[in-house]
């Protein structure tokens, strides 16, 4: 396969409206469409093809990083497909890849099918918004309509620190510097502890990934900083369950007390097969922090936070299983969908019936 080959695909992905393009040794190259994996009529892929692919995709600079780390992740701005997040990882001691396309437009709130109050939660002068889900469940969509509603609305400095950049923010109201990982800055963490010195109002964490990054992210949400960041959990419990988990003994309590005094609010999601097959729908978990929420926080009673959820509808809170039946009901998704992804599937049947 040669490298024109690659351009070809990736000007055929918006063709076939997909989402990803994976190049895996041993079969033909293969796109994600509404979330199913579809071959493409190709011949299969070799390794030594792969091989010629990544190193015309990286400067040098990558392929050290590749070699000694194994696994990398950038961005590359296609002519036909835009802005590509690539990411390259070894499988038999050689490189294969996946190509996500990230789009050239924010989309509209309702077109994402996020809930009115995500719109507040931006608006908010400072603290900590979490954006959690597993991995393809459009966390990265979310934060970059979130820094547009603010960028459209609020005089400020917003600062990105991204692992790649996989969408470009023209700046309206406000100033936007994003920054990206290996190209603008060296580390994760360093970039974080730096960024705070760039007066910034508003500050955008690709990942929160360990305890340096998190201990970091509270502090500037502390200090009056307004901090928007994802985190790979599968619901909003668990994402709270996490960042204490990372910290021990009396570290673990001061950031207890961070987090209850910082946080905003969490929007966990999922997406969703629709049930025409056409395309796939957001389902989310949403908890705003209200006294109660914090004081559940403050005093590490996570378990109790999924009755807050339920019973604080009037503050915008939503349950995963609500949600899902709502979808249901609207006909966006099936009875076997939402039973499948339910918390507990009992909660469905009971509602329906």
């Known amino acids: 396969m040669s490298v024109s080959s690659l351009d070809r695909l990736l000007a055929a992905a918006s063709d076939f409206d997909a989402s990803d393009l994976h190049l895996v040794a041993g079969v033909p190259p293969a796109f994600r469409v509404n979330g199913e994996v579809i071959i493409a009529d190709e011949d299969a892929l070799t390794e030594s093809e792969l091989t010629e692919i990544a190193d015309s995709l990286l400067n ?207 929007i966990a999601q999922e997406l969703l097969p629709a049930a025409d097959r056409t395309r796939r729908v957001l389902a989310y978990e949403l908890i705003v922090a209200n006294s109660a929420v914090r004081n559940l926080i403050r005093e590490n009673q996570l378990h109790q936070l999924e009755n807050l959820i339920q019973t604080g509808k009037k503050d915008g809170m939503t349950l995963m299983d609500n949600c899902l039946y709502d979808l249901y009901c609207k006909c966006l998704i099936t009875y076997d969908t939402a039973l499948s992804r339910a918390r507990h599937p009992d909660r469905i049947v009971r509602q329906k019936a």
């Open 60 to 266: 040098e600079q990558q392929k050290k990083k590749f070699e000694q780390e194994w696994e990398l992740c950038i961005s590359l701005l296609h002519s036909a497909a835009g802005r590509v997040r690539a990411t390259f990882y070894r499988r038999n001691g050689h490189p294969e890849m996946s190509f996500r396309f990230c789009g050239e437009r924010i989309a509209a709130r309702e077109e994402l099918g996020l809930p009115d109050k995500i719109d507040d939660l931006a608006r908010r002068p400072n603290g900590l918004v979490l954006i959690t889900g597993p991995t393809g469940a459009g966390k990265t969509t979310t934060l970059n309509y979130m820094v547009d509603v603010i960028n459209s609305e609020r005089r400020c400095k917003i600062v990105t620190i991204e692992d790649p950049i996989e969408f470009v923010h023209q700046n309206k109201r406000a100033i936007v510097v994003q920054q990206e990982v290996l190209s603008d800055v060296r580390s994760f963490n360093r970039a974080l502890i730096h960024v705070l010195r760039q007066d910034p109002d508003v500050i955008v964490v690709g990942e929160m990934r360990d305890h340096e990054a998190i201990s970091t992210a509270l502090t500037a949400a502390e200090t009056g900083h307004l901090v928007l960041a994802t985190m790979h959990s599968p619901n909003v419990s668990h994402a709270l369950e996490r960042i204490v988990g990372v910290f021990e003994g009396s570290t673990q309590r001061q950031i207890i007390l961070q987090l209850s005094n910082s946080l905003q609010g969490i």
